[in-house]
């Protein structure tokens, strides 16, 4: 499965009472598979996925679907720390005959690397034609996916790849020497997809993309077809908007974002909140400059 270069971690909209704005959500999906999103990650972190039911994220997956279809590829956060939940989630999506899912390390209980291998086993096993994406991110779980247990992951068929957002270019480097080349590492960073194409990333899972996705496709593309220094100059060019983009925790200032760039996709849910005054005037400086 060939997932593309950018994968878009989509916002979840929401409308005024906190319900999901699904006609918002399938109008943005489209605008986004327009503007270079190749896959869409549903329910993820920046889908706001702590906050959701499982109810309400099979209806979202299957709008997107039905949204983008022949136009870009679905990948389900089915991802939990009960394995068995994860298990019953992941099957689901298959039923629903979607392109891809992403599990992530099982937070707050901090399962040891045997743990974490047999959790991602079991899950992958249990739906053997839907091709898993690993998802390491120690920032938000507390425990790290090292490279040697994603190298013995890696030899599960359906496992194919892995976004890896611990920041350390060090670890994704021997993620990159003990995996075969066909198993797909994608930057769980904007600002390390860059770098991360230099040691042997395909891609990134990306919170930009919301409103840059043709820039960072061109950056891709670039650094691909040999024009390294286009791409230094691409991502020197978005780099204040990806740090703009986690002033605060994600996803609260995309979706600020968003609603500078006319999209109204609501407030995110308790426990996050509203952006800051500063959080928000840092946006729409940092977009004006995009626009100039």
Same mark, same amino acid.
């Given at each position: 499965?060939?997932?593309?270069?950018?994968?878009?971690?989509?916002?979840?909209?929401?409308?005024?009472?906190?319900?999901?704005?699904?006609?918002?959500?399938?109008?943005?999906?489209?605008?986004?598979?327009?503007?270079?999103?190749?896959?869409?990650?549903?329910?993820?972190?920046?889908?706001? @996925?702590?906050?959701?039911?499982?109810?309400?994220?099979?209806?979202?997956?299957?709008?997107?679907?039905?949204?983008?279809?022949?136009?870009?590829?679905?990948?389900?956060?089915?991802?939990?720390? @009960?394995?068995?939940?994860?298990?019953?989630?992941?099957?689901?999506?298959?039923?629903?005959?979607?392109?891809?899912?992403?599990?992530?390390?099982?937070?707050?209980?901090?399962?040891?690397?045997?743990?974490?291998?047999?959790?991602?086993?079991?899950?992958?096993?249990?739906?053997?034609?839907?091709?898993?994406?690993?998802?390491?991110?120690?920032?938000?779980?507390?425990?790290? !996916?090292?490279?040697?247990?994603?190298?013995?992951?890696?030899?599960?068929?359906?496992?194919?790849?892995?976004?890896?957002?611990?920041?350390?270019?060090? /670890?994704?480097?021997?993620?990159?020497?003990?995996?075969?080349?066909?198993?797909?590492?994608?930057?769980?960073?904007?600002?390390?997809?860059?770098?991360?194409?230099?040691?042997?990333?395909?891609?990134?899972?990306?919170?930009?993309?919301?409103?840059?996705?043709?820039?960072?496709? /061109?950056?891709?593309?670039?650094?691909?077809?040999?024009?390294?220094?286009?791409?230094?100059?691409?991502?020197?060019?978005?780099?204040?908007?990806?740090?703009?983009?986690?002033?605060?925790?994600?996803?609260?200032?995309?979706?600020?974002?968003?609603?500078?760039?006319?999209?109204?996709?609501?407030?995110?849910?308790?426990? !996050?909140?509203?952006?800051?005054?500063?959080?928000?005037?840092?946006?729409?400086?940092?977009?004006?400059?995009?626009?100039?």
């Amino acid at each position: 499965m060939d997932f593309g270069r950018v994968l878009t971690a989509m916002v979840t909209p929401f409308k005024a009472d906190g319900s999901i704005n699904y006609a918002k959500a399938e109008q943005l999906a489209v605008h986004l598979a327009d503007h270079g999103t190749d896959t869409f990650v549903v329910c993820g972190t920046t889908g706001e @996925s702590p906050t959701l039911t499982w109810d309400e994220e099979y209806e979202l997956f299957q709008v997107i679907q039905r949204a983008t279809a022949g136009k870009a590829k679905i990948m389900a956060g089915t991802g939990s720390n @009960s394995t068995r939940e994860a298990i019953a989630a992941t099957q689901k999506a298959d039923k629903l005959k979607l392109d891809g899912s992403l599990q992530v390390v099982p937070y707050y209980n901090k399962p040891p690397q045997e743990g974490l291998y047999q959790h991602f086993k079991a899950i992958a096993e249990s739906a053997p034609d839907l091709p898993v994406m690993l998802y390491n991110v120690p920032g938000r779980t507390g425990q790290n !996916l090292q490279p040697e247990t994603v190298a013995r992951l890696a030899e599960v068929p359906n496992i194919v790849g892995i976004k890896e957002a611990s920041g350390n270019l060090d /670890q994704a480097s021997q993620i990159r020497r003990l995996t075969p080349p066909e198993f797909a590492i994608y930057s769980g960073d904007d600002s390390l997809t860059l770098p991360l194409l230099a040691i042997g990333a395909k891609g990134v899972v990306s919170v930009a993309s919301h409103l840059v996705g043709n820039q960072l496709q /061109q950056m891709i593309q670039s650094f691909e077809g040999n024009q390294p220094q286009l791409a230094t100059q691409i991502h020197l060019q978005l780099f204040p908007l990806f740090k703009a983009l986690f002033l605060t925790t994600n996803p609260i200032p995309v979706k600020a974002a968003l609603k500078l760039r006319g999209w109204d996709v609501g407030s995110t849910r308790l426990p !996050l909140s509203e952006p800051s005054d500063e959080v928000v005037q840092t946006l729409k400086t940092v977009l004006a400059e995009l626009a100039s």
